[in-house]
């Protein structure tokens, strides 16, 4: 029964080797040299625990939702950090989802993420030959995407992630070119994803760009003002706006319900 | 008997005990919860709770048993949100309901079930000039599409009786959604001969509103340059806060 169950997982969870760059550096970061480690790659939504991906909002300092309140100290403020049940419900709904994990000792503990190879025993080179199989449950959940998708025309791509410290390793990259093969798989090739001016190069280093057909994004954002007259539909706090629900109006003519 | 009632009947028997009817078909309450034994005590206190959460289930175990029985199994009313005025909307409404030049009458129908035949759609999209797409991704994109609000125009001529409709598809949008979170805005289109009148925005708003009361505040689209000014009106903002839509370029 535990055979199996490895196997179900090993299936599932790919073994992919994430690797520092020696390309440019970025200002405020120093250089990793050389710091190549294990993650695992899965597909399988299951494998996502809502509490952890919770505390990977957390640690990227995101938010579900595209206008969040933000500290002081710049960090996304809890409350619009979603609650659990609503992760599990948007996993649920997703029509691709990807998670990478690593095996927490592999985690580079400083905050700036500086990392030399560790001094090889005999133990660490036997693990970077055989890398041991890492599950959802001992594995640390350090990446994600998703995408919602119409399963026929079009898809898009939400909350691409990577904890801070394995970041600029290829793993954002991974999942997201993932993604699209997982789309494109399914013969979806409209993949649009809303993102904010500091992920721009990202996704353009991904293979996105603007829309060929020139379209312009836009999202709803009327939301009530002090002198707002008009809040008989009521409201929604969603992040730090209160966005107005459009009232049931009567329409210029007589309507009526119809009784069927 | 709905079936899923039935599969409450079959519960084991340790549940419930032995039933017993009075002349009149009513259930004899002194069995449902017997007295003395311990056992039965604790049984009889956990059954009380199901019995509360739903009240309607004796309900059916009678009107199954007694004949000529009229009494109605309704389900229990959906909960309604804390707070504001349930501005509950209904799945289908008129909303034009108008005389045309030669006395036929026509009803604007907005209906938000999603029951919309492709091939219509196809000849409505042709319409208005879109790009053709396979029919099978179309369907397969209404058919997952979070929400699917249609318009359609009924006319009925002039002195007939309601077996003389004319029932045509002339407006569409649809979203997509995590259910939690985000949706995105797709296709909306409405018949060329029915712009102008405030079709397009009625389709929308609905949308909108639907999303919003289930608390999905991410709304986007991507809008042609043509009707961005459309879409301002109805209070979205083109790339709000710097967040813009990216799109995926094959690699050949």
Redesign the interface.
Known sequence: MAASVRFCFSKAMELRWATTKTAKNIPNKPARVGLSIPVYLSTNPSHVNPGSLRDLFVSCNRSCHAFPRIGPDGRVEEGDIAGVDKLRVALDHSSVVVSVFCEPRDLPVDGDGIEEQRASSVGDLMRRVVPPAVTPYSGQLVGFGRAVSDNGLTASIYDVMVVPPLQRMGIGRMIVQRIVRILTGKDIYDIAALCSDDDRLFFEACGFGDDILGSTTMMYTRAITGSSTDGSGGFRRVGRKLLLVPTFKEFHSQSRIRNS | MPSRYLLAVAAPSSLFPALSFDSHGQLSNQTLFPRGSGQGFVRASRNLKVYRLKANFWDTIRSGFLKNNTTQIVDPPPTLEEG??A?K??E???????TLPDGATEEI?FSSGGDVDVYDLQSLCDKVGWPR?PL??????????YMVATLHAIQKSPGSSDGNEQKKLIGMA?A???????A?I?DVLVDPSYQGQ?LGK?LV??L??AL??R?I?????????KV?EF??N??????????????????Y
């Open positions: 504001e005025e501005q909307l209904p289908e409404f008129v909303l034009i309901e108008r129908l797409r099978s991704k179309l369907a397969a994109a209404l058919k997952n599409s649809r997509t959604s995590d259910h939690a979170f985000n995105t797709w405030g009625a708003e609905n909108i509103r919003l009361q608390d505040g991410n709304i986007s689209l991507f809008a042609d340059s961005v879409y301002q109805l209070g979205f903002e083109a790339d709000p806060e710097g967040i813009k839509g990216m799109f995926w370029y094959p690699k």
